[in-house]
């Protein structure tokens, strides 16, 4: 017999027993829940890494990073820290950060505060993590602030404004009003460091106190770039703080001042202080220039500045304010430069050859005004050489069809650079009576220009010939309602080495009139490759020496090696006659490094030789020696005298990607090679 309450208790055992059971099994579809987020999360991070390690573009791994974001699961949580990690030092960054605040995650407090902190962290993506750290409240908010002005505070000053910045841009009073408190103590360089870490935040009137404090109480760059910024977000006394900050100008402001000054100025928009953007904006500096540059687009909304610009400006006995009236006229509306036109129109018909420099400088701005085409025109068709070699070149620029007719005479005139600008001209604006003046001239060429016809002919017809024969044959048959192949056909220009198999580090050696300048400044005993036993100037005296070797005997160059002083091997080119060769392969032989880089004067040199038609120009660094040494300046001088000269300059730079020899390439025409 059972005992009394058995069954009882042996019904509530089995009971707990089950619901125990129940308690570790999932509730009735819970496993089928589970299965799709986590197959949503799996299409998700898969569609995204297709594009992030494909040809995606940002703003799709951006889109699909975000998807991501919005799901809520520990799992998207890591995923997503770890392409933070990843992406770390990159603007991509970022995006994982955006992705991370799609949904409320207050564990990643520590975790985004060490990544703060990271030395190698993205500016873009630190300023986004700390804006995320004061949306978990006042404690992370304090402990950024410690990061940025304690005693502990983050060591890299890059690190360290973007944590300010991001403490200044979050929106938070608690942070903004720090940041305002810096502002107002500290020395100079701590204010000017905090200037330019709030420099996002406009119309906040605790970030704005500051900033005139800052205008009547800083330095001379402090006040300018204090009071800049309220010109930028026009607050109602920043006009009024102008003669505070000119009074701290005692002679030629340094150049980051002087930018500021020039920015604060056009903003300000007060005709009384016209003249001194024009002093300032002559300070030489890349600072300047940039600030110039940015400036055009404000100050083409001032009619009276434009006004003065065209009046005094462009017509100031000082270059340098020459210059700084042709930056902020950048983006000066037709109106403004409708009187240039008219005065520049009436100088070129009293002096032509006097003014013509000044037109062609000045072009970009003269072709605001749609009437200004018609002038070329007119210079195209001159008798004299320059005038056709500027009007034809600027048309050319703004791919003008008015001068075809010009342009299919010149092919046969005596002057190569018109005979070369011609066939180029041609080729860009394609007449289908342009085809016969072109195959009248096949065979007749050589070097460069016979490689420039062969592209105008391709690009007229969309085939090729070998002989004149052939080419007249060919016409004869096909130019009854003959039609121009459609431009995507021919877009590659049909582009061959004219038969010519000899390069110089890759480069092929079309032309037959080269100058190889070398640079052999002291960075060029660099050593290289993985037995670092050869230098840089082993290496490019090698690359010289087999195109020397291989050239035929018909071709001419010259040699210009170039440190601190430039030195041609002969004044002039010269065939490769035999003892020719062998006097350049013992030149080349002799070089050796040492001192400082004039690129400049090594281009000078060879634009002085009047046969040369292509450059071919290494270097392994910045220009440091010679007349001029600014990237700018160095691309505009070559622009004004290649007008009339229309050299093509192939370049290769060694161990630095070059932003001057990738312009002076893409502007001539040339090609660019970097070398590791």
Same mark, same amino acid.
């Given at each position: 017999m059972l005992p009394p309450g058995f069954l009882r208790q042996s019904w509530l055992l089995v009971a707990a027993m089950s619901f125990a059971h129940a308690q570790q099994q999932p509730v009735a579809g819970g496993d089928g829940a589970e299965q799709r987020l986590q197959q949503r999360i799996d299409?998700?991070?898969?569609?995204?890494?297709?594009?992030?390690?494909?040809?995606?573009?940002?703003?799709?791994?951006?889109?699909?990073l975000g998807w991501i974001g919005e799901i809520d699961h520990p799992r998207v949580t890591e995923y997503l820290k770890k392409e933070l990690a990843r992406d770390a030092g990159s603007v991509a960054g970022t995006y994982a950060i955006e992705a991370l605040g799609k949904l409320p995650r207050p564990d990643l407090v520590d975790y985004l505060c060490r990544f703060v902190r990271r030395p190698d962290v993205h500016p873009s993506a630190c300023i986004a993590a700390a804006r995320m750290i004061v949306g978990f409240g006042d404690a992370a908010t304090d402990r950024l602030i410690r990061y940025a002005f304690g005693p502990k505070r983050v060591r890299s000053p890059a690190v360290r404004q973007a944590i300010v910045t991001g403490l200044a841009t979050s929106g938070s009073e608690r942070a903004i009003a720090v940041v305002a408190r810096e502002l107002l103590r500290g020395d100079q360089a701590h204010r000017l460091f905090m200037l330019k870490a709030s420099e996002p935040v406009q119309n906040n009137a605790a970030i704005d106190?500051?900033?005139?404090?800052?205008?009547?109480?800083?330095?001379?760059?402090?006040?300018?770039?204090?009071?800049?910024?309220?010109?930028?977000?026009?607050?109602?006394?920043?006009?009024?703080?102008?003669?505070?900050?000119?009074?701290?100008?005692?002679?030629?402001?340094?150049?980051?001042?002087?930018?500021?000054?020039?920015?604060?100025?056009?903003l300000v928009g007060d005709p009384d202080f016209y003249p001194a953007i024009l002093r300032f904006g002559s300070v030489r500096g890349s600072d300047?220039?940039?600030?110039?540059?940015?400036?055009?687009?404000?100050?083409?909304?001032?009619?009276?500045?434009?006004?003065?610009?065209?009046?005094?400006?462009?017509?100031?006995?000082?270059?340098a304010e020459r210059e700084v009236a042709k930056l902020l006229l950048a983006?000066?509306? =037709?109106?403004?430069?409708? @009187? #240039?036109?008219?005065?520049?129109?009436?100088?070129?018909?009293? %002096? /032509?050859?006097?003014? $013509?420099?000044?037109?062609?400088?000045?072009?970009?701005?003269?072709?605001?005004?749609?009437?200004?085409?018609q002038d070329l025109a007119a210079l195209a068709a001159e008798s004299d050489l320059d005038s056709r070699m500027v009007g034809l070149s600027?048309? =050319?620029?703004?791919?003008? @069809? #008015?001068?075809?007719?010009?342009?299919?005479?010149?092919?046969? %005139? /005596?002057?190569?650079? $018109?005979?070369s600008l011609s066939y180029r001209y041609l080729a860009k604006c394609r007449?289908?009576?342009?085809?016969?003046?072109?195959?009248?001239?096949?065979?007749?060429?050589?070097?460069?220009?016979?490689?420039?016809?062969?592209?105008?002919?391709?690009?007229?017809?969309g085939t090729r010939?070998?002989?004149?024969?052939?080419?007249?044959?060919?016409?004869?048959?096909?130019?009854?309602?003959?039609?121009?192949?459609?431009?995507?056909?021919?877009?590659?220009?049909?582009?061959?080495?004219?038969?010519?198999?000899?390069?110089y580090y890759d480069i092929p050696l079309i032309s037959a009139r080269i100058a190889f300048l070398v640079d052999q400044s002291g960075s060029m005993n660099a050593k290289v490759g993985t037995d670092r036993n050869r230098t840089r100037l082993d290496v490019a005296k090698e690359q010289l020496r087999q195109a020397v070797e291989a050239l035929p005997k018909t071709h001419r160059i010259n040699m210009i090696p170039f440190e601190t002083q430039v030195r041609e091997t002969w004044s002039r080119l010269r065939r490769l006659t035999r003892a020719n060769r062998r006097e350049m392969l013992e030149a080349v032989r002799k070089l050796k490094g040492g001192g400082g880089t004039n690129t400049f004067g090594a281009l000078m040199a060879a634009f002085d030789d009047p046969n040369v038609d292509t450059i071919y120009l290494l270097t392994d660094g910045v220009p440091t020696a010679g007349e001029l040494t600014n990237?700018?300046?160095?691309?505009?001088?070559?622009?004004?005298?290649?007008?009339?000269?229309?050299v093509v300059i192939h370049c290769i730079s060694i161990g630095l990607d070059s932003v001057l020899l990738k312009q002076l390439a893409a502007m001539t025409g040339g090609q660019y090679k970097f070398v590791r």
């Open positions: 299409k998700a991070i898969t569609d995204y890494e297709k594009v992030r390690d494909g040809d995606g573009r940002p703003a799709q791994c951006r889109r699909l106190g500051g900033r005139i404090d800052c205008v009547k109480n800083g330095n001379l760059l402090v006040s300018a770039t204090a009071w800049r910024m309220l010109a930028t977000e026009g607050h109602p006394l920043a006009t009024q703080l102008t003669i505070d900050v000119l009074e701290r100008v005692f002679d030629v402001p340094d150049a980051r001042s002087a930018a500021e000054l020039v920015r604060g100025l056009v300047v220039r940039a600030a110039l540059q940015a400036s055009a687009g404000p100050a083409a909304e001032h009619p009276e500045l434009m006004a003065f610009l065209v009046d005094e400006g462009l017509e100031s006995e000082s270059e983006e000066a509306p =037709a109106e403004a430069v409708a @009187p #240039l036109v008219a005065r520049m129109r009436k100088q070129l018909q009293r %002096n /032509r050859k006097r003014v $013509l420099g000044q037109a062609a400088g000045l072009h970009n701005l003269l072709a605001r005004d749609p009437t200004w085409v600027l048309l =050319a620029d703004m791919g003008s @069809p #008015l001068a075809v007719p010009q342009a299919q005479r010149y092919v046969s %005139n /005596r002057a190569w650079e $018109l005979r007449d289908v009576t342009s085809i016969p003046f072109l195959i009248a001239r096949y065979g007749k060429e050589e070097g460069r220009l016979a490689h420039e016809l062969d592209t105008a002919l391709f690009v007229h017809t010939c070998w002989t004149r024969r052939d080419w007249l044959n060919w016409w004869n048959t096909v130019k009854e309602g003959f039609a121009l192949p459609h431009p995507d056909s021919v877009k590659s220009g049909g582009t061959t080495t004219g038969g010519q198999t000899v390069s990237v700018d300046d160095i691309l505009d001088a070559v622009e004004d005298i290649n007008r009339t000269r229309q």
